[in-house]
């Protein structure tokens, strides 16, 4: 499950962003489709070495990632937080890639944060218990 986002105004990306998204969304697309211990540990092996993300760089990427891919931009807030975060990661940097559970009433979600505070969600996502990190 999953909560949607509306889409706002679109807004014309360089291209180069726009290619680099696009990329991003595919790759995450065939992640999603793996087991959670199998995509943890690919996005550990992938963020080594990056410097921690700031909010507005993972704003901007997160922006990126909803832009192009009508996907990321409706109920699919797994492949939309994942491509998130590997958008970052070209750029050298990594946010926290988290996803959780609330239980009133059930949903999981999953999401990018910033220093333990979500980027571009909704205020009811810190009621969502995190189960998945990366990083821990």
């Known amino acids: 499950m ?44 992938v963020r080594r070495g990056a410097r921690p993300a700031t909010e507005p760089q993972a704003a901007r990427a997160r922006h990126a990632v909803v832009t192009v891919s009508v996907r990321c931009a409706g109920n699919g807030c797994l492949q939309r937080s994942v491509a998130t975060a590997l958008l970052c990661r070209l750029r050298g940097r990594w946010p926290q890639w988290c996803t ?19 980027v571009g969600e909704p205020d009811d996502t810190r009621l969502y218990r995190p189960l998945l990190r990366v990083p821990r």
């Open 100 to 118: 959780g559970v609330r239980t009133e009433p059930f949903r999981a979600h999953a999401w990018v944060a910033v220093d333990g505070r979500p």
């Open 2 to 45: 999953s909560i949607p986002v509306a889409l706002g105004e679109r807004v014309r990306l360089p291209f180069a962003e726009r290619c680099a998204a696009l990329g991003c969304a595919a790759v995450a697309r065939v992640l999603v489709s793996r087991s959670p211990r199998t995509l943890c540990r690919v996005l550990e092996a």
